[in-house]
């Protein structure tokens, strides 16, 4: 079971390390002409994710994590019952591990530093949906309706396959899109909707080869693709209990 937990105000928490000054707000008990010198950060600094991530990661390497070196948002801990995970992605903290105790014990230790508001089970973490019934299950069925939403196609026929039979992509297209974000801003959202939905990567892998001169072939075949999402929106992954 993962447990999910989001920190309150997590950028106020990090120390600065240069001299940063500002003005008072108004009605502040501050003599005229003087100015506040910053202790920590505040949302807005450039530097405030930096810091905040450096205080936590001491945080939590202090008391026994250890932080993956491929992975800095994941941090492993090995104790008598088995092994813990914790992964953060700014304020947002997935815990799992064998033992109820020891991760009570971790947002307890969390929230005595920081304060956190315990969300309990995890269902819903970064657009992922998740659910735990003979095993866990994936999905970002939310997210791809969304996204068929966003796209003006909630009423339209499921395609069967993902790209139109027989149409072959290329850079020597001579119709290119008046507006190119969209094309670019939909292939992102397919190309995040790839961490549940293997079946549509190659797809999504061969329509981003386009995103720097999009052309009407290739929104074509992308809307198709969603069309195709419309049908089997709600697909994921699977992991059985053994």
């Known amino acids: 079971m993962a447990y999910s937990s989001g920190i309150n105000n997590a950028f106020l928490h990090g120390y600065v390390e240069e001299d940063i000054f500002m003005l008072p707000q108004d009605g502040a008990p501050i003599q005229s002409g003087k100015v506040c010198k910053l202790k920590r950060s505040l949302y807005g600094l450039k530097q405030a994710s930096r810091q905040w991530n450096q205080e936590l990661t001491s945080k939590l390497l202090a008391y026994g994590f250890s932080q993956s070196q491929h992975e800095h948002c994941l941090f492993i801990k ?51 949906e998740i659910t735990c019934t003979a095993g866990t299950s994936i999905t970002q069925h939310k997210y791809a309706r969304d996204i068929i939403q966003d796209s003006g196609l909630t009423t339209c026929k499921p395609a069967s396959a993902p790209l139109l039979m027989g149409v072959k992509l290329s850079n020597h297209h001579t119709d290119p899109l008046s507006d190119p974000g969209s094309y670019r ?19 999504v892998q061969q329509l981003s080869q386009f995103v720097h001169q999009p052309a009407q072939a290739h929104i074509d075949a992308t809307v198709h693709l969603v069309r195709c999402l419309k049908g089997i929106s709600d697909q994921g992954l699977f992991f059985p209990y053994f």
Do not use: M, W
């Open 78 to 128: 090995q104790s008598a019952a088995g092994i813990l995970i914790l992964l953060v992605y700014v304020d947002d903290v997935l815990l799992t591990g064998p033992s109820e105790v020891e991760i009570a014990e971790v947002k307890h230790f969390l929230d005595s530093k920081f304060t956190i508001k315990d969300l309990g089970p995890a269902h819903y973490f970064l657009g992922l």
């Open 185 to 203: 801003r939909l292939v992102g959202r397919l190309l995040y909707l790839n961490f549940t939905r293997s079946d549509i990567s190659f797809d």
